[in-house]
Each structure stands twice: as structure tokens, then as C-alpha cells.
């Protein structure tokens, strides 16, 4: 599966929402400046997302986007669906958008096998990794990590 631009996207701008912890809206151009997003292509992808729940607008001086419900019960597989459709790297194994597949007997196909266990995969990641859960994992990879050790600073251990 690779992630369209879209769904990259409006991901990485549903995160930055999720890390503000204020719940003041944010301006669009402020969230498409931040995360290097064309504005008008976010723009489209925050009509959808608004359309969907994922995020709510408030129009106004101070007005911006919100998160339409807590970052913790969004899901990135919710967010891509909504974004993309399907999550299948071929669509004979896709639930939304099934399509047969071209080999001679798809019962047995094993190139739709080994894809079948790679979308059950993917799925199991996204489906239960929300906006919270990644903006937390992108917060501890931020902070310094610490070893074990002491250092030894001009021959003193600390």
C-alpha cells in the first residue's frame, strides 16, 4: 500500500490538530504552512474530513479548524478510508472496492494470498493507532533519550 498525498496529508494536518492542546481552531493556511501542504489542496481535503466529522470549521476572526471529536477516538485507518477508499495493495482483496482478480483461480492465488496477510497487517496497525497515539510516539521520539550509562565528564562519572 502506498499512501496517496491526499491521505499524507491529511494526516499530518489532523496530527498537527491533535497536538494542540488548547482546542483554540486553527487558521488552514496556518496548518498547510506548518506541515508543507499546498493550501488549496488542503483546503479540498478539509471539506472531506469536515464533511465526514473528523474535523469542524468555525468560520470568523479567530476562526479556524477543530478536531470534530478527541484525537484518541480518531483512528489513521478512519482518516485514510475517508481520504482514499480502500486500504488493499490489489483490489481482489479489498473490502470496499473488490474487484475479481485477473489469475485463474483467485481461491487459490498466492500472490492473493501473501497481499491478503500484507492488508491484514496494514489494517491492524491503522485501525488501532489513533491521531493521539501517533502524535504521543512522535513526542517521545522527540524527547532526548537517556542510556544507562553514566557519562564520564573530564574524567568524573556522572
Known amino acids: 500500500m502506498k499512501l496517496s498525498k491526499r491521505s499524507k496529508y491529511g494526516l499530518l494536518a489532523s496530527m498537527d490538530l491533535a497536538s494542540h492542546k488548547d482546542l483554540s481552531p ?57 481520504l482514499d ?16 482478480c485477473t489469475c485463474p483461480d483467485e481461491r487459490t492465488c498466492a500472490l492473493r494470498a501473501v497481499m491478503n496477510q500484507v492488508r491484514t497487517a496494514i489494517v491492524g496497525v491503522i485501525d488501532n493507532t489513533s491521531l493521539a497515539d501517533a ?14 550509562r553514566a557519562k564520564n565528564i573530564g574524567g568524573i562519572s556522572r
Open 135 to 148: 502524535v504521543a510516539r512522535t513526542k517521545s521520539r522527540r524527547s532526548p533519550k537517556r542510556s544507562g
Open 26 to 82: 486553527v487558521p488552514l493556511k496556518d496548518l498547510a504552512k506548518r506541515n508543507n501542504i499546498p493550501l488549496k489542496f488542503l483546503e479540498q481535503i478539509f471539506l472531506t474530513l469536515r464533511n465526514s466529522g473528523i474535523v469542524r470549521s468555525q468560520i470568523g476572526a479567530g476562526g479556524g479548524y477543530t478536531l470534530g471529536r478527541p484525537a484518541k477516538y480518531i483512528m489513521l485507518g478512519e482518516v485514510i478510508r475517508i
Open 85 to 100: 477508499g480502500t486500504i488493499a495493495p490489489v483490489s481482489c482483496i479489498s473490502k470496499i472496492a473488490y474487484e475479481p
